[in-house]
């Protein structure tokens, strides 16, 4: 008898204990039916940003949003990331300062909101003043930084070839005047004996991102060709010989060695070079000895040295 009496009183408790959940469960739907007024932060995203403008930032990033909706609606919105953008087009300018107004921004929330919520406005009163700055495009002239280690008998035909030799930078025109030009890395080829192209990346500040830059990399390329030696004797010519004198060079010729292509090796002439022993810079305590000078010779002559840079001399009253 007093186990069954135990078992209705256990009974009772249960069907008790569902019928308060769902009574309150019942309270709880009657209320979140309502509607309520409340308030939401929003993190804010500038957008649209004009391609002739750098956007650096804003005086606001977040924005606290009163809103109107039922309580379901409050529920569910509490869950999703409360995000708004800002459309950076649509900004004003007053004596160079861009803002968007309080009108404007509220609006543009506005309509970013669901249908299920009323907007009921901000509280701030103060405009959204942006940090924008007008872009400027500047051209500065790329340094390459490529050394060639070029093996033996080959050399470098014409000049190296930058691909571009210039680039275009954009940014605030203050910190363009303060960029003349641009490196490459550094890099090393070896025992070069053909044509080359390489890739060199551009050193650019990882500091300053207000700076866009055209190009991030070069090209740098180069013609090689063999070359071998030749020796060409020359006669010399004197000049500036003092008036009433006469001199006599001690050989009257010089040898030169000249590196090159072959094929123009075999076009050189003695004619091609021309050397002057200079009597204007012999010194008074000058011991029979004149300095040589190379004073022209071929475009083509890679590498061209005198075998001897002095001569001996007489000089005699005529």
């Known amino acids: 008898m007093i186990r069954i009496k135990k078992s209705l009183q256990k009974r009772k408790v249960k069907i008790f204990l569902i019928f308060l959940f769902f009574s309150s469960m019942s309270w709880f739907i009657n209320k979140l039916s309502e509607d309520y007024t409340g308030r939401a932060v929003f993190d804010v995203l500038y957008t649209n940003v004009p391609d002739s403008l750098l956007f650096v930032g804003a005086s606001k990033d977040h924005i606290d949003v009163k809103l109107k909706a039922s309580g379901f609606t409050f529920l569910g919105f509490g869950f999703k990331n409360k995000t708004v953008t800002i459309d950076v087009a649509k900004a004003q300018q007053e004596e160079g300062t861009y803002f968007v107004p309080r009108s404007g921004y509220q609006l543009q929330i506005e309509k970013q909101l669901p249908q299920s919520m009323e907007f009921m406005g901000v509280d701030e009163d103060d405009a959204i003043v942006l940090e924008i700055y007008s872009l400027k495009t500047k051209k500065i002239p790329v340094t390459q930084r490529l050394k060639v280690d070029y093996s033996q008998n080959f050399m470098l035909e014409g000049e190296i070839v930058i ?12 910190m363009l005047d303060t960029i003349m030009g641009i490196q490459t890395e550094e890099k090393t080829i070896n025992n070069i004996t053909e044509d080359f ?60 060695v000249c590196s090159a292509k072959i094929d123009d090796l075999k076009t050189l002439h003695e ?32 590498d061209v040295r005198l075998m001897s840079n002095e001569v001996r001399y007489i000089l005699k009253r005529k």
């Open 197 to 256: 192209k390489e890739e060199l990346q551009l050193q650019i500040p990882e500091n300053n991102s207000t700076i866009k830059y055209a190009s991030t990399s070069i090209f740098v390329s180069g013609k090689v060709v063999r070359f071998s030696e030749k020796i060409i004797e020359v006669p010399i010519t004197v000049t500036n010989t003092p008036e009433d004198f006469e001199i006599k060079l001690f050989p009257d010729t010089v040898k030169i």
């Open 271 to 302: 004619s091609n070079f021309k050397v002057i022993a200079d009597c204007s810079t012999i010194q008074d305590n000058a011991q029979n000895g004149i300095l040589l000078q190379l004073v022209s010779a071929p475009e083509m002559i890679k």
């Open 163 to 174: 691909q571009p030799d210039s680039i275009l930078i954009q940014g605030p025109e203050a």
